[in-house]
């Protein structure tokens, strides 16, 4: 067995070595964030501060990191979060990942504090630490065009340097976005990796792997979601489907939807700024956009910078999305939180309790104030800190809209409580991705499961929770995943019958995935149509792997994370959702959300086999080999 290859690199002792990775934890985690997240559990004791030399940053891959598995050039950062305190794993599509490994590299493991600004070179199987006193201060395409394209990079902006609570990282023009990685970089004077080699990927068996990779991309081109809806309208076709469904947050979640919305819509981004698509290495998706900022041609937004610079604070101009989405990247902040903390400032205005120059329905300053958040300055430097802590300064905590820290992304649970779920239990805070994403099944799919009921919805949260996990932490996108729908349900009406079919089907059968959620080894085959992942990872790794185990990896890399958390205190109590989201009805309701959140996380727990305390049970350690 090939195991990956970790180099330990210490800033403060300007000292690079091997770092082991044991037989038994690359059995167990394989790669990207669960294996990350085993070294950070091993290595960091509880309550560091985040911030300070002895946080860790784990930058690792995949075993499909680069091998030219379609939409597979994925990598990680993982690392104590400065912004919630909690794990903090974040997933990116730059090149930077597939230029690490052709320079013989799986992962980094970065310590220390450097005594004046750096940046890492990996150049065909070395690394050094070099001086960037004279790099420090540029923006992060600033820094990228002071290096050959060639080379894969990683960057941090003036927010990273400044140590915003929820700085990113970027990799061309991708985020490492969510959780402040950007901070911990900054906190360590690193300002960026550059990365570049000819040395070969290991795939185990090369025979097969040429064959099935062209039939994983055939498959991807074919499927209607990820071969025509993806590359056409990108995440931003979500809008209108988020709007229909009651799903758009507007005004800092005050409401859920909005008439004017259809202006900031995929269909308008496509037929007012769209110069054509483009995407990730090795990706047949390319659900990117590309669009003209001043005649300079500039990645477009995602649905959740949109719907979070658009309805929820009320502009319906995506004109100034795009720049302000440019903007924030060239400075390294994660859009998400950014724009979460921007519209709550907004509420806190327009309660009387803190003017920081920011109004609902009016664009002013909000240039100004991403520039002074970047910088620490001016009176919007206390937005820097994101959500939670201003809520505990100025009031307002029910109108914090964050999950243990971290802002929601664009989707408000009220309409898709399984998304609820999700928030309130994914390990880095408000994710929906870590939430299992039940929004694209109860929202975004052709399949027609209702977003109100919470029937089924633990089992599928579970699920897709875990599912999700073993599919990032092979170095493959989440999209990949879409294909699970079948495409018979495309391009028909919404609601039609066979979508409510299949949707009821689904329901019907929770009690069946709540089993095979609690027991996933009993998946004892590989699917295609199912998860082309997991005989991807078998040629590659050369280990037989079935559909059950590839869903133990995920299973695994979660309970690993929560054991993290758990081990800083937090627990079940952390365990919710903003005050406003729990308390408040919106359109068609009759049940509050805290109801129903109640009610899923007692079935949730169950399946996860967590004690009262939402901590994993001995059962679950024993069963995991954790
Ligand atoms: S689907 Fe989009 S985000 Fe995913 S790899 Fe392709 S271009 Fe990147």
Not at 364 to 393: H, N, P, W
Not at 562 to 576: C, H, K, L, P, V
């Amino acid at each position: 067995m090939i195991l990956p290859r970790y180099m330990e690199i210490d800033l403060a002792a300007d000292k690079v070595q091997s770092y082991s990775i044991s037989q038994n934890d690359y059995q167990m985690f394989l790669g990207g964030k669960s294996l990350a997240a085993k070294i950070l559990y091993d290595e960091l004791p509880a309550n560091i501060n985040p911030l300070a030399a002895e946080n860790l940053l784990v930058i690792n891959t995949g075993p499909l990191t680069g091998t030219g598995a379609p939409s597979s050039s994925r990598f990680n950062i993982s690392s104590k979060s400065p912004l919630t305190g909690a794990i903090a794993s974040s997933n990116c599509g730059g090149t930077f990942g597939t230029r690490l490994r052709r320079a013989g590299f799986d992962g980094l493991v970065i310590r220390g504090q450097a005594p004046h600004p750096v940046y890492i070179e990996i150049l065909d199987g070395g690394i050094l630490i070099k001086d960037a006193r004279d790099l420090w201060g540029l923006d992060t395409e600033e820094f990228q065009n002071h290096f050959n394209k060639k080379y894969g990079q990683l960057v941090i902006g003036p927010a990273g340097e400044n140590m915003v609570l929820y700085a990113c990282a970027i990799s061309g023009e991708r985020a490492a976005g969510r959780c402040g990685i950007g901070a911990v970089m900054g906190s360590k004077n690193l300002k960026g990796l550059v990365a570049g080699g000819d040395m070969p990927i290991p795939i185990a068996d090369k025979s097969r792997w040429r064959e099935y990779t062209a039939r994983w991309m055939k498959a991807l081109k074919q499927h209607p979601g990820t071969g025509q809806d993806l590359p056409r309208l990108g995440t931003a076709g979500f809008v209108n489907k988020s709007n229909r469904s009651k799903v758009l947050p507007v005004h800092n979640f005050q409401a859920v939807n909005a008439e004017e919305s259809y202006k900031i819509s995929g269909e308008t981004l496509a037929s007012d700024y769209l110069e054509r698509n483009s995407g990730c290495l090795s990706c047949p998706i390319r659900c990117e956009r590309r669009v003209k900022i001043d005649g300079k041609d500039v990645k477009g937004p995602e649905y959740e910078t949109i719907g979070l610079f658009g309805s929820n604070i009320g502009n319906y101009d995506l004109k100034p999305i795009i720049n302000w989405n440019h903007q924030a990247d060239r400075l390294g902040l994660d859009t998400i939180s950014l724009a979460g903390s921007i519209a709550f400032a907004m509420e806190l205005q327009q309660k009387g309790k803190k003017d920081f120059g920011l109004k609902f329905d009016n664009i002013e300053g909000i240039s100004t104030a991403i520039d002074d958040i970047a910088y620490r300055r001016g009176v919007c430097a206390e937005l820097a800190d994101g959500t939670k802590r201003l809520a505990e300064k100025y009031g307002e905590k029910d109108s914090a809209i964050q999950v243990k820290g971290l802002e929601l992304a664009s989707y408000d649970p009220r309409h898709t409580v399984g998304l609820g779920l999700g928030y309130a239990t994914a390990n880095r805070g408000a994710c929906h991705l870590g939430g299992g994403f039940l929004s694209f099944l109860e929202v975004l799919s052709p399949v027609t499961i209702s977003g109100l009921t919470t029937s089924g919805k633990a089992a599928l949260t579970v699920f897709f929770q875990n599912s999700m996990e073993a599919v990032s932490l092979g170095g493959s996108c989440l999209f990949t995943a879409f294909t699970v729908i079948p495409p018979f349900l495309f391009g028909r009406k919404k609601d039609n019958l066979l979508s409510k079919i299949v949707g009821r089907l689904i329901l019907l059968s929770s009690p069946m995935i709540k089993f095979l959620a609690m027991h996933p080894l009993l998946l004892r085959f590989k699917l295609f149509a199912l998860f082309p992942h997991v005989e991807a990872l078998e040629i590659v790794t050369g280990r037989k792997i079935t559909t059950g185990d590839f869903i133990r990896y995920g299973e695994r890399a979660f309970t690993i994370e929560r054991m993290f958390n758990n081990r800083e205190g937090i627990s079940a109590t952390d365990d919710i959702l903003p005050g406003r989201i729990m308390e408040e009805l919106t359109v068609g309701q009759k049940i509050k959300m805290q109801d129903k959140l109640t009610a899923m996380l007692e079935e949730y727990y169950f399946i996860r086999r967590y004690d009262q305390q939402g901590r994993p049970s001995k059962k679950l350690l024993n069963k995991l080999n954790l």
